[in-house]
T-cell receptor, first 111, second 114 residues
């Protein structure tokens, strides 16, 4: 039981490049989330999913897209990276009420 | 909309001393409340949660928190801290009707000194 895993752990991009962050969970959770963490701002919800094939916008969705083609995976895409997207990205999943399980994070730097 | 305020960005304390990390929230509807801990270079871990019932909630690692509806607070306490408690602590709130959408505070760094 690996819990929530994220790929990659670190990445450096140039402005305008694209990339996809992968989140996987093996707990059969319906809900999955993507957050970003910036200094002094706590975590902010980017997008979330309440089940396979569904996605919805969170607090800060601009510049990101997501897909949930399989229940265990939740992908976060950056089509054209900007320096403002330099952050640490956390994926999380939950069975129902509370977000309990977070992944280890992906540290992204956009130059 | 909901919001969470953690007034203290850093709390230094000596080992074995008690500690309180403050959290206040704002919401026009009923909410659930959470505390998470983040150790250096790790993801977040749920410490404790208030969903309903007793206003005093006990969590892991000897932490507890008290929900005070009149003061809209959910302060985290531990009677005696250890060096290993050094970490960042986040308070979070969610609406009862969309409990999976968390709003986080900016975090409080607890620094335990020997």
């Amino acid at each position: 039981n690996a819990g929530v895993t994220q790929t990659p752990k670190f990445r450096v991009l140039k402005t305008g490049q694209s990339m996809t962050l992968l989140c996987a969970q093996d707990m059969n959770h319906e809900y999955m989330y993507w957050y970003r963490q910036d200094p002094g701002m706590g975590l902010r919800l980017i997008h979330y999913s309440v089940g396979e094939g569904t996605t919805a916008k969170g607090e800060v969705p601009d510049g990101y897209n997501v897909s949930r083609l399989k229940k265990q995976n939740f992908l976060l895409g950056l089509e054209s990276a900007a320096p403002s997207q330099t952050s640490v990205y956390f994926c999380a999943s939950s069975y129902r009420r509370e977000v309990e399980f977070f992944g280890p994070g992906t540290r992204l730097t956009v130059l | 909309a909901q919001s969470v305020t953690q007034l203290d960005s850093q709390v230094p304390v000596f080992e074995e001393a008690p500690v309180e990390l403050r959290c206040n929230y704002s919401s026009s509807v009923s909410v659930y409340l959470f505390w998470y801990v983040q150790y250096p270079n790790q993801g977040l871990q749920l410490l404790l949660k208030y969903l309903s019932g007793s206003t005093l909630v006990k969590g892991i690692n000897g932490f507890e928190a008290e929900f005070n509806k009149s003061q809209t607070s959910f302060h985290l306490r531990k009677p005696s801290v250890h060096i290993s408690d050094t970490a960042e602590y986040f308070c979070a709130v969610s609406r009862m009707d969309s409990s999976y959408k968390l709003i986080f505070g900016s975090g409080t760094r607890l620094l335990v000194r020997p």
